[in-house]
């Protein structure tokens, strides 16, 4: 492991520790002040962003434009701060690694971290971070252990072991190959895989952290429950997918405590994660976040958004100041017994993407995925999906648990449609040994047909 790059991850989870105890007022004072360095450092370096905020430089943040990654990606060579980065370059090189060759936790011509979204909400995203960035963001995906109460050091390594992608251009994947060490001792399993050498590979490592999709930890907590997987960890970690009550119920029963639902974007790195209370804290120091409606609006507190602006305090290579996530999210107060106050984060309901448009009477009628929770969580042994075609929609179970039908959940789900009002929509339900997957391995509960309707 680069030996600088861990010592900055030191020093930051240190100093980030006096942080727990800011008040708000201090919280606030931080990010004025690192909200105008990340400012004055993109118009001395970005020419988008000068045009972008043309007329705007010393505006408040809410007046400012709003920011895509089309626009981004379509921008890149003028939207880094650094002359001698190119997309063009950097794309060769993921391509590279993705293809076996080099490795993702060394970084590129000795100065740059980069990964790669899947572009599964639209256009792909290429991020790239220095070695300062690169470290504040290990540090981010720590303080995650930090506030779940979860002790590391030398005389005690954190055994990690990651069910998620193995592709090697997506960011956890770099971030594993970062911290490759004696202090952090880390196996990495593909989600993809049999889950007979999942489990077999479990059960020799015996992790002290178990971090994974929500749709790879469930059928693990039902492997658990079974008694064929034996692992006693000290956390289980949710990331980078929704976390619905029912598995995170099953996670509780199988490990006996409450999975931590860790908040992050490949953009961002860590965005929020809970606390010994099982409150989900906001990184205010490092991020500055903005639930918005369609329009761009700011929503009161304790309302969920159509969609996220985040204004990364620390990007520099690549600045990100109010860019777009199609995340739904609710943020509440402050105040907990945890004695931290960060903002807490109520809810995370899923991107826009995963809101389904199907005919009513009149018009389209929108349909959230939590429609679909409330009769596929009971009714699948290990996971679903809810995938739209356009002859109707096509329900996948995986396994069914037990007093379930593929009839009974069909009937189900069309009553369940029938009373918001969707018409005209043909059900068709199939049980299968896995749901489908992303690129990236990923599970998502609903999909629906690129492009809608």
């Not at 509440?332 to 807490?344: D, Q």
């Not at 009628?365 to 596929?376: E, G």
């Not at 290990?382 to 069909?410: D, F, H, K, M």
């Amino acid at each position: 492991m680069d030996l600088r790059l861990i010592s900055r991850v030191l020093f930051l989870r240190a100093a980030w520790r006096r942080r727990d105890h800011w008040d708000a007022a201090r919280i606030a004072s931080h990010q004025d002040h690192a909200l105008r360095e990340l400012r004055r450092a993109t118009y001395a370096g970005s020419e988008f962003y000068r045009r972008h905020h043309a007329g705007l430089h010393d505006a408040p943040l809410g007046q400012l434009p709003s920011v895509t990654k089309a626009d981004l990606m379509e921008h890149f060579d003028e939207a880094v701060t650094t002359p001698d980065l190119r997309l063009a370059d950097l794309e060769i090189y993921l391509r590279s690694l993705a293809q076996g060759g080099g490795d993702s936790g060394r970084p590129w011509k000795g100065r740059w971290w980069a990964a790669a979204t899947a572009g599964t909400t639209g256009r792909r995203g290429t991020f790239v971070w220095n070695r300062s960035e690169w470290g504040t963001i290990l540090a981010s995906y720590a303080r995650a252990n930090d506030w779940a109460g979860i002790s590391a050091g030398p005389t005690r390594p954190l055994k990690m072991a990651l069910v998620s992608s193995r592709v090697p251009t997506h960011q956890s994947a770099v971030v594993g190959a970062s911290l490759r060490s004696g202090l952090v001792p880390t196996l990495r399993l593909d989600v993809t895989a049999p889950m007979d050498e999942t489990v077999a590979g479990l059960n020799r490592f015996q992790p002290r952290i178990l971090v994974g999709y929500a749709s790879a930890l469930k059928p693990l907590a039902g492997e658990q429950t079974a008694g064929r997987l034996r692992i006693s960890p000290e956390g289980v970690m949710s990331a980078s997918e929704v976390l619905s009550p029912h598995t995170a119920l099953e996670l509780e029963e199988a490990w006996g405590s409450a999975p931590f639902d860790v908040y992050a974007a490949t953009e961002t790195a860590g965005i929020a994660s809970p606390c010994t209370y099982r409150n989900r804290h906001v990184y205010e120091d490092l991020l500055i976040i903005e639930p918005v409606d369609q329009d761009g609006n700011p929503v009161p507190t304790g309302m969920t958004g159509a969609k996220l602006l985040v204004t990364v305090l620390f990007s520099r290579t690549l600045p990100l100041i109010r860019y777009e996530m199609s995340d739904t999210v609710r943020l509440g107060g402050r105040g907990c017994p945890c004695g931290r106050a960060f903002t807490v984060l109520e809810d995370i309901e899923g991107r826009i993407e995963d809101v389904l448009q199907l005919p009513g009477k009149a018009d389209d009628v929108s349909v959230h995925p939590i429609v679909f929770h409330h009769v596929l969580d009971q009714a699948a042994a290990s996971g679903w999906q809810v995938i739209q075609e356009a002859s109707g929609l096509r329900v996948l179970l995986a396994g069914l648990a037990p007093g379930a039908s593929t009839e009974g959940v069909r009937t189900a789900v069309a009553g369940a449609l029938k009373e918001i009002g969707v018409v005209d929509t043909a059900l068709d339900v199939h049980v299968v040994e896995h749901v489908e997957r992303t690129a990236l391995g990923k599970a998502p509960f609903v999909r629906g047909m690129m492009g809608g309707r």
